[in-house]
């Protein structure tokens, strides 16, 4: 079984100060793991993906397998990054994803 | 650019109606996916389809079924509606690969009276 936890539901931040959103997952093999952002009145989206290391609107997220955690940074948070985050997790050879519960980031201005 | 749309962006229907929710792709995708969100329990996948008419049950299919005729249309059905049902559904579809993301419609607000 895979599951996907974020332990936080609500999160605010002042401007300027770094971000961290934190997920845990829960999955026997190779995971592959992914943030998805959803802005005020706009559809769900992928952010970012582990496998491609790569850092999206100033967020990066490292997978470690040892802690079993794939917690979303940013070093400076800006009022547009508002939104609610979902992390998911896929399993090896899987075409679904499960989801973790979400967590909604406020920046205070 | 994918784009996925839904039928409706509110329904507002009564308890024991058949409540249809349409879904539709333009990107030729092989995966469709239905599922609903609630504030506290996130995205929960109720089915979902990775070819014509073939479906697999997701993890809260209980109260649902669906139809995949054509390769761009996702058919999400509500047999009888509960007001447990009431919530927002989303739609999504993604080319066959594990790496690929999920593109998501922009929801449809279900209302079980």
């Known amino acids: 079984a895979q599951r996907v936890t974020q332990p936080e539901k609500l999160l605010s931040v002042f401007k300027g100060a770094p971000v961290e959103l934190k997920c845990n997952y829960s999955?026997?093999?190779?995971?592959?793991l992914f943030w998805y952002v959803q802005y005020s009145r706009q559809r769900l989206q992928l952010l970012l993906r582990h496998i491609s290391r790569e850092s999206i609107k100033g967020f990066t997220a490292d997978l470690n397998k040892g802690e079993t955690s794939f917690h979303l940074k940013k070093p400076f948070a800006q009022e547009e990054d508002s939104a609610m985050y979902y992390c998911?997790?896929?399993?090896?050879?899987?075409?679904?994803?499960?989801f973790g519960t979400g967590t909604r980031l406020t920046i205070i201005p | 650019d994918v784009k996925v749309t839904q039928s409706s962006r509110y329904l507002v229907k009564r308890t024991g109606e058949k409540v249809f929710l349409e879904c539709v792709q333009d990107?030729?995708?092989?995966?469709m996916f239905w599922y609903r969100q609630d504030p506290g329990l996130g995205l929960r996948l109720i089915y979902f389809?990775?070819?014509?008419?073939?479906?697999e049950k997701g993890d809260i299919p209980e109260g649902y079924s669906v139809s995949r005729e054509k390769k761009e249309r996702f058919s999400l059905i509500l047999e009888s509606a509960s007001t447990n049902q009431t919530s927002m559904y989303l739609c999504?579809?993604?080319?066959?690969?594990?790496?690929?993301?999920?593109?998501f419609g922009p929801g449809t607000r279900l209302t079980v009276t």
């Open positions: 999504a579809s993604s080319p066959p690969g594990p790496v690929d993301e999920q593109y």
């Open positions: 990107m030729d995708h092989e995966n």
């Open positions: 999955y026997s093999g190779s995971p592959e």
């Open positions: 998911a997790l896929r399993g090896f050879g899987n075409e679904k994803l499960t």
């Open positions: 389809s990775y070819d014509v008419k073939m479906k």
